[in-house]
């Protein structure tokens, strides 16, 4: 089949993240599954297309750009505990800057947490696994395949903050700059530790698993 089925999953994971999203597809689709089931819908077309082009790039034509050696693994996975910890401190917390917040109208911006950090931590935990797996995957279809995921999750953030700021006005500018001005505190320091652990345990979980899903150890 040689590059037409990465083609074919790489233009379908294009199009399955930019038209559901688009306002007037978003809220067609919304009026009739509801709220829960676009999301529900959403995140699964999303994975399936994920583990598709991901498939994909591994059955590509193999064409070495740079050899592998075992130091890049241990960048990977030290990288990978960032992002782990990215995401169990962010995912369905207060966030109305970016995609994925829950409870919005609780956000405190005197006390951002990761927020202080970065408007969007999915996005910034997304280019941080993306920019990881470049560096032992050295083979055109992987560094296509990772380094358009870093970069579109890079170009993502500037899309969200105008999308963002389009639709909250004054708003937006009042919290960010109050974002901005705060420490990085979490309002409970006690729950920060247990995401950051559960993070942890999320780490564990995919460098055990990895093996299983993708075929390779990253343990060498």
């Given at each position: 089949?040689?590059?037409?089925?990465?083609?074919?999953?790489?233009?379908?994971?294009?199009?399955?993240?930019?038209?559901?999203?688009?306002?007037?597809?978003?809220?067609?689709?919304?009026?009739?599954?509801?709220?829960?089931?676009?999301?529900?819908?959403?995140?699964?077309?999303?994975?399936?297309?994920?583990?598709?082009?991901i498939g994909?790039?591994?059955?590509?034509?193999?064409?070495?750009?740079?050899?592998?050696?075992?130091?890049?693994?241990?960048?990977?996975?030290?990288?990978?505990?960032?992002?782990?910890?990215?995401?169990?401190?962010?995912?369905?917390?207060?966030?109305?800057?970016?995609?994925?917040?829950?409870?919005?109208?609780?956000?405190?911006?005197?006390r951002p947490?990761?927020?202080?950090?970065?408007?969007?931590?999915?996005?910034?935990?997304?280019?941080?696994?993306?920019?990881?797996?470049?560096?032992?995957?050295?083979?055109?279809?992987?560094?296509?395949?990772?380094?358009?995921?870093?970069?579109?999750?890079?170009?993502?953030?500037?899309?969200?903050?105008?999308?963002?700021?389009?639709?909250?006005?004054?708003?937006?500018?009042?919290?960010?700059?109050?974002?901005?001005q705060a420490?990085?505190?979490?309002?409970?320091?006690?729950?920060?530790?247990?995401?950051?652990?559960?993070?942890?345990?999320?780490?564990?979980?995919?460098?055990?698993?990895?093996?299983?899903?993708?075929?390779?150890?990253?343990?060498?």
């Open positions: 089949m040689g590059w037409a089925e990465f083609i074919a999953a790489f233009a379908a994971f294009f199009l399955s993240h930019t038209v559901p999203v688009r306002p007037k597809v978003k809220a067609w689709l919304v009026a009739r599954a509801g709220a829960g089931g676009f999301t529900l819908g959403y995140s699964i077309l999303s994975l399936a297309v994920l583990a598709w082009v994909a790039a591994g059955r590509a034509p193999f064409v070495p750009l740079w050899g592998w050696a075992a130091w890049q693994g241990h960048v990977t996975l030290a990288v990978m505990l960032g992002v782990c910890v990215i995401l169990g401190v962010s995912v369905g917390r207060p966030n109305p800057f970016s995609f994925g917040g829950a409870r919005n109208e609780r956000f405190a911006p005197e947490g990761i927020v202080r950090l970065t408007r969007h931590p999915l996005l910034l935990a997304l280019a941080l696994w993306a920019l990881a797996h470049v560096l032992p995957n050295g083979d055109l279809a992987h560094v296509i395949l990772f380094g358009s995921f870093a970069g579109f999750a890079i170009g993502g953030m500037w899309i969200v903050d105008r999308r963002k700021r389009r639709g909250m006005g004054a708003e937006w500018l009042r919290l960010d700059q109050a974002r901005r420490g990085m505190r979490p309002r409970s320091w006690g729950m920060a530790c247990v995401r950051g652990l559960l993070g942890g345990l999320l780490y564990v979980g995919l460098v055990a698993a990895h093996p299983v899903l993708f075929g390779v150890s990253p343990l060498g």
